[in-house]
């Protein structure tokens, strides 16, 4: 039953919006599809796609970055 309502959850609430950060992306646990790029940002509205387990897809506002590791 649990699963069941965090899906609706998922659908009515998150769905239609864009998530502001990719913080707020790993909190709620998504993984990350791909950065957008060009004339996609105009028509998607966001600069990353991210996924929840139950496969729907998220927007968010701003880039995935890999972090750099600095080789001292």
């Given at each position: 039953m649990g699963k069941i309502l965090k899906y609706i959850?998922?659908?009515?609430?998150?769905?239609?919006?864009n998530i502001p950060t990719c913080e707020e992306c790993e909190k709620m646990n998504l993984t990350h599809f791909l950065n957008v790029y060009g004339d996609q940002i105009n028509r998607l509205n966001c600069r990353s796609l991210w996924y929840c387990e139950y496969g729907f897809r998220y927007r968010c506002d701003e880039l995935k970055v890999k972090s750099k590791s600095i080789l001292k």
């Open positions: 959850h998922h659908y009515f609430n998150f769905k239609s919006k």
